[in-house]
């Protein structure tokens, strides 16, 4: 699985995430009949999606992405491809945080509504942002001179 991938990956499951926690707190409201948690969760929301376009749309590279395509090698062999259990080895807390919250819906609607912000923050913030380094282009290329080289 490509870095590339991985990051669609993370913004569309991010996004997923962030539509069922907001669908449990709107359900929860209209069975209860209260909806002061879903239109707090609302305006929470909203500032949560203005932050994370803001937050994806700087053109600072990431710090710790920059640094790992900058120590980035070309590897000799490449490992057997296991998209499945690579998503789940690097999303688990996504995972484990919409589960929770999920959850904790059925008592406190907030904490969902809390959550599904942060969801949003990092899908936005993950979506809009590119991998600026100027390694990254350099790497590519050089790969693909070596397996025409070899072919």
């Known amino acids: 699985m490509t870095f590339r991938k991985l990051l669609h990956s993370t913004v569309v499951l991010s ?3 962030a539509t069922v926690l907001g669908l ?4 929860h409201a209209q069975i209860n ?5 879903a239109v707090i969760s609302g305006i ?9 376009v803001r937050a994806g749309a700087m053109d600072a590279t ?27 080895n690097r ?3 996504l995972f484990v945080v919409t589960i929770v919250s999920g959850v904790a ?14 969801l949003l923050i990092w899908a936005l913030g993950s979506s809009t942002s590119r991998a600026r380094s100027p390694t990254a282009p350099a790497r590519s290329s050089s790969r693909s001179r070596r397996t025409r080289a070899t072919t």
């Open 15 to 17: 996004g997923a995430s």
């Open 24 to 27: 449990l707190v709107v359900l």
């Open 33 to 37: 009949s209260d909806p002061q948690p």
């Open 44 to 52: 929470w929301w909203l500032i949560a999606s203005m932050f994370g």
């Open 62 to 88: 990431n710090p710790q992405i920059a640094r790992v395509l900058a120590e980035a090698r070309a590897a000799e062999q490449l490992p057997e491809p296991r998209p499945v259990l690579t998503l789940i």
């Open 91 to 93: 999303l688990w807390p």
């Open 105 to 118: 819906a059925i008592w406190l609607p907030q904490v969902a509504g809390v959550a599904t912000g942060f």
